[in-house]
């Protein structure tokens, strides 16, 4: 659809389980973004890689731990989350070239329940 | 912060009619987009204004942007059931290469 992937679609985990996310473009960007939405509230950028670099990180609890292998996937490695951390977690990529303009394509999302 | 901010938070109206939601933000941009997002899924980007544009339009979608007073209104005319989603309006960050800045949206619903 959008050419962005993400896995699993939905996930309930325990406070003290270990989950990764997954994403994956097929657009040949360069760039890729995780962000939170939680209901009522605007979108919550979390990191951003460009070129396989983390170039922003808004202040994240430890407890979410990006990793960037190349252009084309994104993880976010979970652990003892907080049922706060209930939300949709959305990827997105961007062709990287001027990323506060660039258009972004977004991912389904990854439904998260922390119980 | 937050930059930009819609109104109405939620808008019904019926099918064939035109949709009007607006995006208020704070400081000066380069450029506002607007989004769509239908339920649980991911954001689709629907068009992009500069702040050196005044007005564009894609389809059924005109796009108005008023730098002096900090404002953008999406148009959606001719509405149909699958216009029926969330709507956001998104802009860069003065402060930052790297961040938009997102409102908290439009929850638009198109009866039949």
């Known amino acids: 659809e959008t050419g962005v992937t993400q896995t699993p679609r939905h996930l309930v985990m325990g406070m003290t389980n270990k989950k990764s996310l997954k994403c994956e473009q097929h657009?040949?960007?360069?760039?890729m973004y995780w962000y939170k939405q939680s209901a009522k509230k605007p979108l919550e950028l979390m990191f951003v890689y460009s070129l396989e670099e983390r170039v922003e990180n808004n202040s994240v609890p430890s407890r979410f731990s990006p990793e960037c292998p190349n252009s084309s996937h994104l993880f976010l490695h979970l652990h003892t989350l907080q049922p706060e951390d209930s939300a949709l977690y959305l990827c997105a990529s961007s062709q990287g070239t001027s990323l506060s303009t660039d258009t972004q394509y977004f991912g389904p999302g990854t439904r998260l329940t922390v119980l | 912060s937050q930059q930009g901010e819609e109104d109405p938070q939620a808008l019904s109206i019926q099918e064939g009619e035109n949709a009007t939601m607006n995006c208020s933000y704070k400081?000066?941009?380069?450029?506002l987009q607007w989004y769509r997002q239908n339920s649980g899924r991911g954001l689709v980007h629907l068009i992009l204004?500069?702040?050196n544009e005044r007005e564009k339009h894609s389809g059924r979608l005109r796009v108005t942007l008023d730098t002096s007073k900090k404002s953008s209104s999406l148009l959606i005319t001719a509405s149909r059931a699958a216009d029926t989603a969330s709507y956001f309006c998104?802009?860069?960050?003065?402060?930052?290469?790297?961040?938009?800045?997102w409102g908290a949206g439009t929850k638009l619903i198109i009866k039949p």
């Open positions: 998104a802009t860069d960050a003065m402060d930052s290469n790297y961040q938009l800045i």
């Open positions: 400081t000066s941009i380069n450029n």
């Open positions: 204004i500069r702040s």
């Open positions: 657009l040949g960007h360069n760039a």
